[in-house]
């Protein structure tokens, strides 16, 4: 039965971490905010006067080319919606800024299956 133990104490040290990197890089690669929805990765980058949003899945970019994606900020209960466009990096961006104290809405739509993902952020 100490074997057995073993073994499975082995195995365990053994999976978790590849269980955990099977979700994807939780570090920001371009400098943003980066938030998990299921199996994909969001970085929201806020510049002055722009945003660039980067989303994977399993460690492999979302083509900006393959999906469409819009921000929506809500301030003091207002909400201004902006549509973000592929980005010659492979991201999506718009010229838009984001107000102190906003919540930021990001929404992915892939263009072939429909499907949506989307996460909400908090920026300070």
Known sequence: ???????????MV???PMLASAHGN???QHGGIVQMAGET???LVIKPASVELYVSEEDEPVSSTTA???LTVTVSGKKTEAELKPAAN?????AIKIPANASVGVTVVDKAS???????Y???
Do not use: C, N
């Not at 429909?114 to 909400?120: C, L, R």
């Open 68 to 70: 469409t994606a819009k």
């Open 122 to 124: 908090a920026p300070k």
């Open 14 to 16: 053994i999976a978790v």
């Open 90 to 94: 492979g991201g999506f961006s718009a």
């Open 41 to 43: 990765v969001f970085e």
């Open 26 to 28: 939780m570090s920001p």
């Open 114 to 120: 429909g499907a949506k993902t989307f996460t909400v």
């Open 1 to 11: 039965m100490r074997i057995a133990s073993k073994i499975f104490a082995m195995s």
